[in-house]
Each structure stands twice: as C-alpha cells, then as structure tokens.
C-alpha cells in the first residue's frame, strides 16, 4: 500500500494526534509553552475583559430581576437599618478604639499594613472543582507567584499560582495542593489547614493535646513565610476527635462563597 | 487566508464565550462545554477529513487558554470527532429522527465524557473520590443533569446554525474562486 495512502487514513490521523498529544501531557513541556500562553493571553486580554464584563452585567440584571419581589421588603429592612446605625454611629469611635485593641490581643491582621492590588476575576475554572481563577493583573502590576489573595477583611481565599504579563491564575485555597499553616484565635492550637479537593478545608495535624471547639476562629500563622499572619481561613465546622489517632482533624467552613467573588486583592507585600 | 481567519474566529469566540462569559455567569456548575458542542457540529457539517486539524486547533487553543497541561483537550476533541464520524456513518445521521436522536447522545455523553476526561487529567492524583463526585453530580442530581443538558442543547442549535453558515460561506467562496480560476 502507498505511504500517501496510509498516512490519508482517518485512523492513521487519530493515531498520530493522539501518540503526539499523550506525548505532550506526559513531558508536560509548561515552560515550553508559556511564551505561546503568555503572548496569547496577553493580545487576547482586551477581548477576555469585554466577555467578562459582559458576564458581570448579565449576572447582575439577572440577580436583580429575580429579586424584584424582594426590593420592597428590603427597602423597609433598609430605611429601618439605617436608623438604627445613625444612633450606632455615636458609639462608633468608641467601637473603632476597642477594634484595634482586639485586634492586636487576637493578631489578627487589618488591611492597613498591606500593599494591596485589587484585581478583577475576568476568568474561571470551567470545570466543576472552581479550583482557580483568572485575574486582570500580572507581571507589569509586580504580581509574583506565591502571592497571597485576599477579601475585603483579610479573608485568605488563595494565592498566586502563575503570572503572565497582564494576568495572573489564582489557584484557591480550597484546592488539593493548598496547605497552609493556621491556628485557631480562641484557643492557639495549631495545624494545616489542607484543601479539600475543591469542595472544602480540613484543618490536620492539630496535636491531642490542643483544644479544638466548634466555631473556633482559624487564622493563618506566623510559621508560613509567604502568607501574612492573621489572615482569616474559615471557622471550625466539625471536630473529628478520633483519640486512637496522632492528630486532631477538623473542617473549616470558609467565610466567603469563592463561586461569588467578583473582586480580589493580592498582597504583594507586608510588615507582620 | 479568509477561511483560516473564519475558523480561528469561531475558536476564540468559543472558548472566550466559555471561560469569561458563561463560566461567571453559571458559577456553581459546569452546564455547557462550548468546544465539544464546536467539535460535534464541525464533524456533522463538514465531516473529519475536512475539519479534523481544525479540532487540533481548537484543542491546543484550549489547554492554552485553561492553563493546565498542553495535550488533554486535544487528546479529547480528536477522539471525539473521530467517533462521531464513525457512528454518523454507521447510522446515518441524515435522517431526521436518528439524526436527531444522535446529536442528543453526542451532547449527553459529550458533557459527561468531557468531565471525566478533565478529572483524569488534572485530579489524577484522587481519581475515584472526584469520578464519583462528578458521577454523584450527573446522575444523582437530576436538576443539574437536565439543565445543563437543556442549556447544551439551546447552545448546540445556536453554534451548528453558526458553524453551518460559516461553512456554506467559505464553501461558496472556495467555488467562486475555483471557477474564476
């Protein structure tokens, strides 16, 4: 049989896309392509922020429109709020003294001495895990891998897994490869706070001896040398006390929905 | 050079349609694969032969854009375009109702395939805890499987319309070409 004959074959085709492709994913040549990726993403980037922001609008309208019959009773919840925080506001340099009091006997870390980047989500995992996103900052806004991302109040929510010119891939905490240092405010005991496969955290590694309890304050530690101390992680959900074994486990519920951000900021760096 | 500039129009627009658009807007799951939507109507309207390094493309540009490993999708297209080839052939996909019955299979199994096809890939580590999460997600929750598959149908109408005329486009354009040669 000719060779022309051969190679025109569907399943010579098949076969040679597939040997050459399984080729690729086992040398995984990551750093081969990134000058492709990085020129892509970079020209392309205009483009992505449109659809973005178009996705953005669309979610909104769409929020809005479904909330129509919640509006008035809101509107009453709201004109009955406000009231009631003209009279709080009186207390509230009393209130902001104490907060920084707390704040420094419970280390947990303000915005203040941050050097934040908000950046814009303008891109998501498209699988079921929403184990990473994609942000409108990168290299030229100084964004480096390793970087911490947080909400507004210091909730740790992931970090900086690879940077491209203008945009950057935030892997979130709640990812398999995330371990992260914490304790817990109220009681001190200390561990790993691990993702949970997209779907949570569990805090391992927590010794016997140390004193776990439900809605416990988890925070970040001083023992990771790339996240600041006293972001917050989550709050403790679930004890699992197996006395048989070494360590104490527990999950963390995390305070922030991560399929609702819109807006992260990236620390990029601060004074512990 | 206007047929090469059409199709890698299509393939943007796909996957930027997918990651910033459709991806923030269905937050909690996954309900439309655009690309494999892409692939089906490619192979029902031009066939392998013609398309099969178009799919390639559209592959390649994907495991760009996802930023994960360069390989999987194109791995996954071609695979899937070469049997949806085959069976098209085999059943005949040009009468109506089986033609119809199979684009519905090729979208059902499409989604689930191409799910199963990412965990293998980017959660091999823990395998059979996320392949039973996914399953647990398609067939157990009912809601999810069936708005995802209807969405994917509206989608695969509204691309195929797309994908055909781009096709009749460029064709017309490649015989008035031939005959003004």
């Known amino acids: 049989m000719p060779v022309k004959k051969i190679t025109s074959k569907k399943i010579f085709k098949v076969t040679a896309v597939c040997i050459l492709a399984t080729l690729l994913i086992l040398w995984n040549p990551n750093n081969f392509f990134n000058g492709t990726r990085t020129f892509f993403v970079g020209i392309t980037l205009p483009v992505q922020k449109l659809f973005s922001s178009l996705a953005n609008r669309t979610y909104s309208f769409g929020e809005a429109i479904s909330s129509i019959g919640k509006i008035k009773k809101e509107n009453k919840n709201l004109m009955e709020e406000n009231l009631r925080l003209k009279a709080q506001n009186v207390k509230v340099a009393d209130v902001m003294k104490e907060n920084e009091g707390l704040r420094s006997q419970l280390n947990i870390s303000s915005q203040e001495g941050f050097n934040l980047e908000s950046a814009r989500i303008i891109g998501r995992d498209i699988y079921n895990n929403n184990s990473w996103i994609l942000i409108d900052k990168g290299k030229r806004n100084g964004l480096e891998k390793g970087m911490s991302v947080i909400v507004a109040d210091g909730i740790l929510v992931g970090k900086v897994e690879e940077v491209f010119d203008s945009t950057a891939r935030v892997i979130f905490i709640t990812e398999k490869l995330m371990n992260i240092n914490v304790e817990t405010v109220e009681t001190g005991a200390v561990g790993v706070a691990r993702g949970n496969y997209g779907l949570g955290l569990t805090m391992d590694l927590v010794l016997q001896t140390d004193n776990l309890k439900i809605g416990d304050r988890v925070i970040t530690s001083d023992i990771s040398q790339d996240v600041p101390r006293g972001l917050l992680v989550g709050e403790i959900r679930e004890i699992d006390l197996a006395k048989n074994e070494l360590f104490q486990k527990a999950i963390i519920a995390p305070p922030v929905d991560f399929f609702k951000l819109r807006f992260v900021f990236v620390i990029k760096n601060y004074n512990n | ?181």
Do not use: C, H
């Not at chain 2, 360069?70 to 059943?91: C, D, E, Q, R, T």
């Not at chain 2, 040009?94 to 965990?119: A, D, K, P, Q, T």
């Open chain 2, 1 to 181: 050079m206007k047929k090469f500039l059409l199709r890698i129009f299509i393939i943007f627009l796909i996957i930027f349609i997918q990651i910033n658009f459709l991806d923030l807007i269905f937050l909690k799951n996954n309900l439309v694969n655009l690309s494999i939507l892409t692939v089906i109507a490619w192979i029902i309207v031009s066939g392998f032969d013609k398309m099969w390094r178009w799919i390639v493309l559209l592959g390649f540009f994907n495991d760009i854009f996802l930023a994960e490993k360069i390989g999987p999708n194109i791995l996954f297209f071609v695979l899937s375009a070469y049997l949806i080839s085959f069976v098209s052939k085999s059943f005949m996909i040009e009468r109506r109702w089986s033609g119809f019955l199979l684009v519905v299979i090729f979208i059902l199994v499409g989604n689930f395939m191409g799910s199963i096809f990412n965990i293998l890939f980017i959660n091999s580590n823990m395998f059979s805890e996320v392949l039973l999460y996914t399953i647990k997600d398609y067939f157990i929750n009912w809601n999810t499987f069936i708005v995802a598959n209807i969405i994917s149908g509206i989608s695969f109408f509204i691309i195929y319309t797309f994908v055909n005329k781009i096709e009749k486009y460029i064709a017309r354009s490649e015989n008035r070409l031939n005959i003004s040669f």
